[in-house]
């Protein structure tokens, strides 16, 4: 099995080695591909504009050959991914197999908080869960954290992760049934939310859709 991702920082390489390993994913299986200028694009836009959706589905599609799936990874350029539905590799998202798991975790009537570094994230995450959490009646609020990307950008990973750590639990001290980290630079902030559950995060849940769809694809009886 070989699974194919589309990264926008370097440091989510080793984030999404670290998420295999927890689920048990084989060494070898995984295969890099960092755009930093995509992201960087997206940012000087104010957004995801077209040219920039062209050129990520362009970087998307010239990873599918030798692939049984391929992930985005980052949120800000998901809906590229949009057009891409009927390709005969299965590209995924993984902010949208997040917003699935969120809906999933939160019971009726729940509350989900889903929180974001980066402020050209907070139209596609709100699209995403605000549509996955029909199903279930949960009501959902997307937060962009203040001052969290700017220390990302510095390198200050630890003060990152605290900022996104405290965000998580003042987001569960005001009522939130589920938090979601929202991009997946976020994830280590988890092990340091202390007020309630720990937050869903996207590289377990988008690797764990992707094995599944390249499980489909490679046909009963393949291996991994």
Excluded at 101 to 120: F, R
Excluded at 146 to 159: M, N, R, S, V, Y
């Amino acid at each position: 099995m070989k699974i194919a991702c589309l990264h926008t920082a370097e440091s989510n390489v080793a984030v999404f080695d670290a998420a295999a390993m927890a689920l048990g994913i084989p060494t070898g299986v995984l295969r890099h591909e960092v755009r930093v200028d995509l992201l960087a694009a997206a940012e000087r836009a104010g957004g995801l504009r077209d040219e920039i959706a062209q050129a990520t589905q362009q970087a998307l599609l010239a990873l599918a050959p030798g692939a049984d799936a391929v992930l985005l990874t980052c949120s800000t350029l998901g809906p590229a991914v949009d057009a891409l539905a009927h390709t005969a590799t299965p590209i995924l998202r993984t902010d949208a197999a997040l917003a699935a798991a969120a809906a999933t975790a939160a019971q009726a009537g729940g509350k989900i908080v889903a929180l974001c570094a980066v402020e050209t994230t907070l139209g596609p995450t709100a699209r995403l869960f605000e549509q996955a959490a029909q199903a279930t009646g949960a009501t959902v609020e997307v937060q962009l954290v203040p001052g969290a990307w700017a220390l990302f950008k510095a390198g200050d990973i630890e003060g990152y992760l605290r900022i996104l750590a405290e965000a998580a639990d003042s987001a569960y001290a005001h009522g939130a049934s589920v938090v979601a980290l929202a991009q997946a630079s976020m994830s280590g902030a988890a092990a340091l939310v202390t007020a309630g559950a720990r937050p869903l995060s996207s590289p377990g849940a988008g690797l764990a859709a992707a094995v599944k769809a390249a499980a489909r694809q490679r046909g009963p009886g393949a291996g991994a």
